[in-house]
């Protein structure tokens, strides 16, 4: 799985094969099927797939992943992806200041 969440570039397909295969990871490890991961489910995924995580790793992973600081990551998140808002924000920050003035 490391693999496929490795950043690379493809061509689109595969890049959208790669999209596919990753989205199925994350569905499986989303076990109450809400669309988003637990700190729980991410720990107890990788822990039983055989990648030995301690629980401030787990922490550290979110703190670092999750940008609406609700605790959960949407697979956008997970993917390290801006989402619509952040997109639409930085179309209107023209100057970069991070304020829309």
Partial sequence: MAKLLSKHSGSPS??????????KYFNRA????????????????LNSSGVPTTREEVEEFFDFMDRDFDGRLTFEEFMGEESTIEKLFKNMDKNGDGLVT
């Fill in 30 to 45: 989303d076990k109450d099927k809400d669309g988003k991961l637990t700190k729980d489910e991410w720990f107890t995924v």
């Fill in 14 to 23: 595969e890049e959208a094969r790669r999209r596919r295969e990753v989205r």
